[in-house]
């Protein structure tokens, strides 16, 4: 058995190299690679590493290490070689480099993590073009802020106590930067993939406006329909969407935090936004398909991370407060009030608190008011900047999800 499974292993290599080769083969016949490797030397780079891990085990472990170096070596001659030739790039290289690794991961019956190493360096070669070409359009505001992002992340999370200060220990630092840190991943997402497909039309900008911020999507559609009135529709449908996609941004939120309340409230997210596709659904039906996009701002701006964390401390510090003195009543009052400026937060709060200090049935109640109320203020902002048929569309559609979310907290 124990030499089937060293052959499984072996042949594990092979086939990890050549889904590397074979994506290597293929860009190189596009001319998006030179002739350093192919579909039949990248199987060879992970079976060399699988068989010197194999002699290093068995025999030596300099093995191992002399097979490394022989490889390296190997590359920086075809490197320099192929350099001459007036060739350009070390992706081929590298790749390969990290293929000999792969073999040796095959080897040791990592197979879980030599799978997927092999699908992301994969996908990454396949990207070239698209990569490139987001690059290109890369702005210097967005790298700025993409650096901020990574400071936020990996920088200062680190280094933050986890533990809580305070009256009720209230205030925990780790804790409300890891919630900057969440959403802004999120917002990320969302942002990325809004430069990365461009003009898809206004429905489509709508959905993928909604991951970085509805209600920037409300505010930018509302003030296009009066410039544009004739669009109204479509331009309504975009916020439908987007405030649709919301519900979905919640759910996710809660189910990386608190898988107990996700259970609680995946019921009545999933009737609101089921009922926000059918509407929409019916309404698509009946616009006139546009290619029109918005402008988002960066989302890893400080000073809307720093905001963010101020809104989810003060939350987090009522909802306790308001638990302690004033019972579910409060924890509602203060759901709904907070959802008023930020949906997100509130659910965050919610979901540290729920099954703790705060039960279950409390915290699923108090997010759904939150972001009925959220949905209230996009209603808000459609009337006050909206053309006159668009905010009647917003407005009417809105009331009906706020009556059929104060109807699910009634029932659940």
Request: proline share 2%.
């Amino acid at each position: 058995m124990a030499e089937f499974a060293l052959i499984g292993n072996f042949l594990l290599a092979l086939a990890l190299g050549a889904l590397i080769g074979l994506e290597r083969e293929y860009a190189r016949y596009k001319k998006h690679a030179h002739d350093y490797a192919g579909i039949r030397t990248f199987p060879l780079i992970a079976l060399f590493g699988a068989l010197s891990a194999f002699f290093g085990e068995i025999l030596n472990p300099w093995i191992l290490v002399m097979g490394i170096f022989l490889m390296g070596t190997l590359i920086i001659i075809s490197y320099f070689v192929l350099s001459m030739k007036k060739y350009h790039g070390a992706t081929s290289e590298v790749a390969g480099f990290l293929t000999f690794f792969l073999g040796v991961l095959a080897y040791f019956g990592e197979i879980q993590l030599a799978v997927l190493l092999t699908v992301i360096i994969t996908i990454i070669l396949y990207s070239r073009t698209m990569l490139h070409q987001f690059a290109r359009h890369l702005k210097k505001e967005e790298m700025k802020s993409t650096l901020v992002f990574a400071v936020i992340a990996f920088v200062i999370l680190p280094f933050l106590p986890n533990k809580g200060y305070g009256p009720y220990e209230l205030f925990n630092p780790f804790l409300t930067w890891l919630m900057v840190v969440l959403i802004s991943g999120i917002s990320f997402v969302g942002y990325i993939l809004m430069k990365w497909f461009g003009e898809k039309g206004i429905e489509f900008t709508g959905i993928l406006g909604g991951l970085a911020s509805s209600t920037a999507v409300t505010l930018s559609f509302a003030e296009h329909s009066k410039q544009q009135e004739h669009l109204y529709k479509v331009l309504a449908l975009g916020v439908i969407l987007a405030n649709g996609v919301m519900f979905g941004r919640v759910l996710l939120e809660v189910l990386l935090v608190n898988r107990a309340l996700f259970a609680q409230l995946l019921l009545p997210m999933l009737v609101l936004a089921a009922v926000t596709g059918s509407f929409s659904y019916f309404v698509w039906k009946r616009a006139k398909p546009v290619s029109e996009s918005i402008e988002l701002k960066s989302p890893f701006a400080l000073k809307p991370a720093l905001k963010f964390a101020g809104v989810f401390a003060l939350a987090l510090a009522f909802l306790t407060l308001a638990n302690v003195y004033l019972s579910s009543e409060g924890v509602y009052l203060v759901s709904f009030l907070s959802g008023l400026a930020d949906a997100d937060a509130i659910a965050l709060s919610l979901s540290q608190l729920a099954g703790t200090s705060i039960s279950l049935d409390t915290a699923r109640d108090g997010i759904i008011l939150g972001v009925l109320a959220n949905t209230i203020t996009k209603g808000g902002i459609a009337y006050l900047f909206g053309e006159k048929r668009f905010r009647r569309m917003i407005i009417g559609f809105f009331a009906l999800l706020v009556a059929l979310g104060g109807a699910l907290i009634f029932i659940l």
